[in-house]
Nanobody, 123 residues
């Protein structure tokens, strides 16, 4: 089991910046990827950014050049620096961790989610 706690959300004006952080606890040795997803009102959850333990980065098209995901070699905690925020960035932001672990005798990958943090960008 892995427990994720996000912090750093809030209200900001368009053009402003926020930094989100996500800390993992529990059996974290099996974490292979940590990422941020967001879910705008009445829309599906989408990838914002992800980072693997080997340092590979991935960003959603709408945030490239504006958001940066980072973390040390352990990727715990993981940060999401959000610059040049737009009203369309308004959403609940969720931290996620992909964990490779044994479930019984079988090696599986499980995605754990944090509780989410609200980011609201006013125009």
């Amino acid at each position: 089991q892995v427990h994720l706690v996000e912090s750093g959300g809030g209200l900001v004006q368009a053009g402003g910046s926020l930094r989100l952080s996500c800390s993992a606890s529990g059996v974290i040795s099996g974490i292979t990827t940590m990422g941020w997803y967001r879910q705008p009102p009445e829309k599906q959850r989408e990838l914002v950014a992800a980072i693997t333990t080997s340092g590979t980065l991935e960003y959603g098209d709408s945030v490239k050049g504006r958001f940066t995901i980072s973390g040390d070699s352990s990727k715990n905690p993981v940060y999401l620096q959000m610059n040049s925020l737009k009203p369309e960035d308004t959403a609940v932001y969720y931290c996620a961790a992909d964990v490779t672990e044994y479930v019984g005798w079988r090696l599986t990958t499980t995605r754990y989610w944090g509780q989410g943090t609200q980011v609201t960008v006013s125009s």
